[in-house]
């Protein structure tokens, strides 16, 4: 069995990706700092394989500390890096938290990998360094824009640095995925999305309203340029996202891959915010409580992706509609209610 290193394993997409790459034959390694996520997510993927997938607790910045994961673990033959922070709020508040960490790791992880000739790395990109696109969907030609917040920075900066390396004659092959909106749970129940405090995400802000965690939903906006005046996204369910990881490592091994590519990852769809609630409603039955609020500083009116080359190199293909991955998200939400009893 090939073992892959997955940064970030026991976090919301890594944790999804882990089982999957079990499912595919592979054996993944995880390291993760728990600093956004739970211990309860290495049980849940414990309940799905049926057993557990080892895990180092090691912060992804510290090189030591890598270092001897890669010496105990001698036949690493892949990485998927995810261990990032992600809310974009925050980075603005502290943008050296977000450089120091989703930064830090990157390059830590890089130099670790060259000392032990490990030279396949699946990159967690975002969309959000397409910043607010001229033309839609955006392909993978669209020009990258500067970066809305720190955290879109770093996005954008680790996509450089994965460039400069693949173009200075390294023998490192990199594939950067760039994420649209990962939404919804496994279908088991057992692993999802697990927000610190107030969710800063949508999916989680209903589901956790609609359980009665939140009063109301706030939708930021109901004046953009859009069939119903609320922004549009992409919304992508995390299982789809979790298979293309699969495939990409999959194309690295095989020895298909470029120095550096760069995939969008989506459904080709955009939703806007009031139909991503009412489908929500639709997929489980529950009316959610929201009114219209002012405009969140920062947020990109529309983005959809084009996932032609996705679907083409890759093979990479979504199978879940938008109200099925909504249900996932709310039987998630039970099954979090259900536990805390
Ligand atoms: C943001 C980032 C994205 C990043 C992701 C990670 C930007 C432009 N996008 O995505 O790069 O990968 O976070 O977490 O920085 N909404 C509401 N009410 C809410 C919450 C959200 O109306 O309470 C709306 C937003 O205005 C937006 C949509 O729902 O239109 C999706 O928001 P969210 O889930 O926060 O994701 P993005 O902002 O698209």
Redesign the pocket.
Same mark, same amino acid.
């Given at each position: 069995m090939k073992k892959i290193l997955v940064t970030g394993g026991a976090g919301y997409i890594g944790s999804h990706t882990v089982v999957e790459l079990v499912e595919a034959g592979y054996e993944p390694v995880i390291i993760d700092n728990f600093s956004n996520t739970e211990e309860r997510s290495l049980q849940g993927i414990a309940d799905i394989l049926g057993g557990d997938v080892t895990c180092h607790r090691i912060d992804c910045t510290d090189t030591a500390a890598l270092r001897e994961v890669f010496e105990k673990e001698t036949d690493i033959e892949g990485v998927i890096h995810f261990a990032a922070f992600?809310?974009?709020g925050e980075s603005v508040d502290e943008p050296l938290k977000y450089y120091h960490n989703n930064v830090g790791s990157l390059v830590a992880l890089l130099q670790v990998m060259k000392e032990f000739n490990v030279n396949k790395l699946v990159f967690s990109s *975002?969309?959000?360094v397409y910043g607010i696109p001229a033309e839609l969907p955006v392909t993978e030609q669209t020009p990258v824009q500067k970066a #809305? *917040?720190p955290? =879109?920075n770093t996005?954008k900066i680790c996509e450089e640095i994965l460039t400069d390396l693949a173009t200075s004659g390294s023998d490192m092959y990199t594939t950067a995925l760039r994420?649209f #909106?990962p939404i919804g749970a496994h279908p088991s129940a057992k692993i999802g999305e697990l927000p610190l405090g107030v969710? #800063? #995400? $949508?999916?989680p802000?209903i589901t956790q309203t609609a359980a009665g965690i939140r009063e109301q $939903?706030?939708?930021? =906006?109901n004046d953009y340029d859009t069939p119903d005046g609320?922004?549009? /996204?992409d919304y992508v369910h995390v299982v789809d996202l979790a298979k293309a990881h699969v495939v990409a490592i999959e194309r690295l091994l095989s020895g298909k891959a470029g120095n550096i590519e760069f995939f969008n990852v989506g459904t080709g769809t955009g939703n806007t915010?009031l139909e991503?609630v009412q489908a929500f409603e639709r997929a489980t039955g529950e009316k959610l409580n929201y009114k219209i609020g002012p405009? /969140?500083p =920062?947020?990109?009116p529309k983005?959809f992706a084009d996932v032609t080359k996705a679907t083409e190199e890759l093979g990479f293909k979504t199978t879940t509609t938008l109200e099925e991955a909504m249900k996932s998200a709310w039987d998630w939400q039970m099954h979090l209610k259900e536990t805390a009893k």
């Amino acid at each position: 069995m090939k073992k892959i290193l997955v940064t970030g394993g026991a976090g919301y997409i890594g944790s999804h990706t882990v089982v999957e790459l079990v499912e595919a034959g592979y054996e993944p390694v995880i390291i993760d700092n728990f600093s956004n996520t739970e211990e309860r997510s290495l049980q849940g993927i414990a309940d799905i394989l049926g057993g557990d997938v080892t895990c180092h607790r090691i912060d992804c910045t510290d090189t030591a500390a890598l270092r001897e994961v890669f010496e105990k673990e001698t036949d690493i033959e892949g990485v998927i890096h995810f261990a990032a922070f992600k809310a974009v709020g925050e980075s603005v508040d502290e943008p050296l938290k977000y450089y120091h960490n989703n930064v830090g790791s990157l390059v830590a992880l890089l130099q670790v990998m060259k000392e032990f000739n490990v030279n396949k790395l699946v990159f967690s990109s *975002s969309c959000t360094v397409y910043g607010i696109p001229a033309e839609l969907p955006v392909t993978e030609q669209t020009p990258v824009q500067k970066a #809305n *917040s720190p955290y =879109g920075n770093t996005k954008k900066i680790c996509e450089e640095i994965l460039t400069d390396l693949a173009t200075s004659g390294s023998d490192m092959y990199t594939t950067a995925l760039r994420y649209f #909106n990962p939404i919804g749970a496994h279908p088991s129940a057992k692993i999802g999305e697990l927000p610190l405090g107030v969710p #800063n #995400n $949508l999916v989680p802000f209903i589901t956790q309203t609609a359980a009665g965690i939140r009063e109301q $939903l706030t939708i930021f =906006g109901n004046d953009y340029d859009t069939p119903d005046g609320t922004c549009i /996204r992409d919304y992508v369910h995390v299982v789809d996202l979790a298979k293309a990881h699969v495939v990409a490592i999959e194309r690295l091994l095989s020895g298909k891959a470029g120095n550096i590519e760069f995939f969008n990852v989506g459904t080709g769809t955009g939703n806007t915010v009031l139909e991503a609630v009412q489908a929500f409603e639709r997929a489980t039955g529950e009316k959610l409580n929201y009114k219209i609020g002012p405009r /969140r500083p =920062g947020d990109v009116p529309k983005i959809f992706a084009d996932v032609t080359k996705a679907t083409e190199e890759l093979g990479f293909k979504t199978t879940t509609t938008l109200e099925e991955a909504m249900k996932s998200a709310w039987d998630w939400q039970m099954h979090l209610k259900e536990t805390a009893k």
